[in-house]
T-cell receptor, first 111, second 116 residues
């Protein structure tokens, strides 16, 4: 089967750096997505990693280690607007069409 | 460039009723996926439509059905509503013909359904 684990909630300070972890168990692997979701809104795409290593996009970076079944999302120079849930998702191995989602990590930013 | 749109934004129904939710995909996208998201949970895959056919289905009962039209827009129908069907229903669109194995999905704003 497939399983995705993320911490339920994290708190960080404005201007700081935070790392949100995601571990997954799959029978195969075809990439990992990170999405941001503000309360009551739809998820918005942040990143897609299929190869090991760190990919940087402005203040957000995403890391993948396929051998460890592990990914993290790194947010730098935190802003109040970064308060949101961050979800990781992997394609379901019986079909590339279906995404399996973690429950999301609620990030709370304090002044 | 219009993104994914969904209607209505909010809906209140009573148990046993039927509901239809609508989705128009992002320009250039031909594939539509539907998800159910309960509060504090990740989205749960309902099904995906491509070329007007259901291509993949998640673990949802037959009360959940859908349709895709020639213009790639899609509908989600839920019959015999239960209290537990109260959730945010998300539509996501993607390109199904690029040849890549996995395509990024882009979400609409969702329809919040409350069943009383």
């Amino acid at each position: 089967g497939q399983n995705i684990d993320q911490p339920t909630e994290m708190t960080a300070t404005e201007g700081a750096i935070v790392q949100i972890n995601c571990t997954y168990q799959t029978s195969g692997f075809n990439g990992l997505f990170w999405y941001q979701q503000h309360a009551g809104e739809a998820p918005t795409f942040l990143s897609y990693n299929v190869l090991d290593g760190l990919e940087e996009k402005g203040r957000f970076s995403s890391f993948l280690s396929r051998s460890k079944g592990y990914s993290y999302l790194l947010l730098k120079e935190l802003q109040m607007k970064d308060s949101a849930s961050y979800l990781c998702a992997v394609p379901f191995m019986d079909s590339n069409y279906q995404l399996i989602w973690g429950a999301g990590t609620k990030l709370i930013i304090k002044p | 460039d219009a993104g994914v749109t969904q209607s209505p934004t909010h809906l209140i129904k009573t148990r046993g009723q039927q509901v239809t939710l609508r989705c128009s995909p992002k320009s250039g996208h031909d594939t539509v996926s539907w998800y159910q998201q309960a509060l504090g949970q990740g989205p749960q895959f309902i099904f995906q439509y491509y070329e007007e056919e259901e291509r993949q289905r998640g673990n949802f009962p037959d009360r959940f059905s859908g349709h895709q039209f020639p213009n790639y827009s899609s509908e989600l129908n839920v019959n015999a509503l239960l209290l537990g069907d109260s959730a945010l229903y998300l539509c996501a669109s993607s390109r199904g013909t690029s040849g890549r194995a996995v395509e990024t999905q882009y979400f609409g704003p969702g329809t919040r359904l409350l069943v009383l």
